[in-house]
């Protein structure tokens, strides 16, 4: 499986990047042999109260199936990769398991 990260407006340090890693294992590690490729794109924006939020767009490269694009944006970094890999697993085990 391959994982690329990419941040825009945000400091994507090597402690970060692993921290990633490790979640996506986590969540997914049942689902790896499914998975092609995984590429996560992470950046700062501020809505229209000037409260600054996380928004990543998690793309997922899946076995005999068109690529999943998932985005979600929230306050906190770890909550909205929770979210995003969260929506994922569910929609993998859907197309994989329940064709």
Same mark, same amino acid.
Request: one cysteine or more.
């Given at each position: 499986?391959?994982?690329?990260?990419?941040?825009?407006?945000?400091?994507? *340090?090597?402690?970060? &990047?692993?921290?990633?890693?490790?979640?996506?294992? #986590?969540?997914?590690? &049942?689902?790896?042999?499914?998975?092609?490729?995984?590429?996560?794109?992470?950046?700062?924006?501020?809505?229209?109260?000037?409260?600054?939020?996380?928004?990543?767009?998690?793309?997922?490269?899946?076995?005999?199936?068109?690529?999943?694009?998932?985005?979600?944006?929230?306050?906190?970094?770890?909550?909205?990769?929770?979210?995003?890999?969260? &929506?994922?697993?569910?929609?993998?085990?859907?197309?994989? #398991? *329940?064709?």
């Amino acid at each position: 499986m391959q994982v690329s990260i990419q941040s825009t407006g945000i400091k994507l *340090n090597k402690e970060l &990047k692993t921290k990633i890693k490790r979640k996506l294992q #986590f969540t997914l590690s &049942k689902l790896e042999p499914y998975i092609i490729k995984i590429s996560i794109k992470l950046s700062s924006t501020i809505d229209t109260r000037d409260i600054d939020n996380t928004h990543c767009q998690l793309t997922l490269a899946i076995v005999n199936q068109s690529d999943i694009v998932i985005e979600d944006t929230q306050m906190d970094l770890e909550c909205v990769l929770d979210r995003v890999l969260q &929506k994922a697993s569910r929609i993998i085990e859907r197309l994989v #398991f *329940n064709p």
